[in-house]
């Protein structure tokens, strides 16, 4: 090899370094931001008290995140607080929100992000449920917060 194929080839490292990195794929999708979970669900027409399933239907998360698919709610009662484990399997993973509704007070409702697969493996969120048509036909929530994905 001549000096001048030397130098030339010297000079094109930056640039393919640069091209490679750039092509390279990142170690984790990072997610931060406002996410709005809309349901419409079939209840079970039961007062389900023990964990099992009270309602069955589908969700729609926008906002950061976008997906859809079924979803799934287990009712669990404690006293006056309730617990409902909603499981919404979309096409990018499945997350599974905790939603606490105190029956004495009437207060707000608090839900938290309690896993995820896939996509959402790493996911972290809360806020509150912002509709609660648990009377509705079909019956309707309104999920909203922030959710940040490290």
């Not at 929100?97 to 790493?122: C, H, M, Q």
Request: one cysteine or more; proline letters at 4%.
């Amino acid at each position: 090899m001549r000096k001048q194929d030397i130098a030339l080839s010297l000079a094109a490292v930056p640039a393919v370094v640069v091209l490679i990195s750039s092509c390279a794929p990142t170690a984790k999708n990072v997610a931060h931001g406002n996410l709005t979970v809309r349901c419409a669900e079939t209840l079970s027409g039961q007062d389900v008290t023990g964990g099992g399933v009270s309602g069955t239907g589908r969700c729609m998360l926008t906002g950061v995140l976008h997906d859809s698919g079924p979803a799934t709610d287990y009712r669990t009662q404690n006293g006056q607080e309730v617990l409902i484990r909603r499981v919404v399997a979309g096409a990018k993973g499945t997350i599974t929100f905790v939603i606490t509704i105190p029956l004495a007070n009437g207060s707000r409702e608090p839900w938290t992000i309690r896993s995820g697969t896939k996509t959402y493996t790493d996911l972290r969120g809360r806020g509150f449920q912002v509709v609660d048509n648990f009377t509705g036909t079909p019956a309707t929530f309104v999920l909203t917060g922030t959710v940040s994905q490290v």
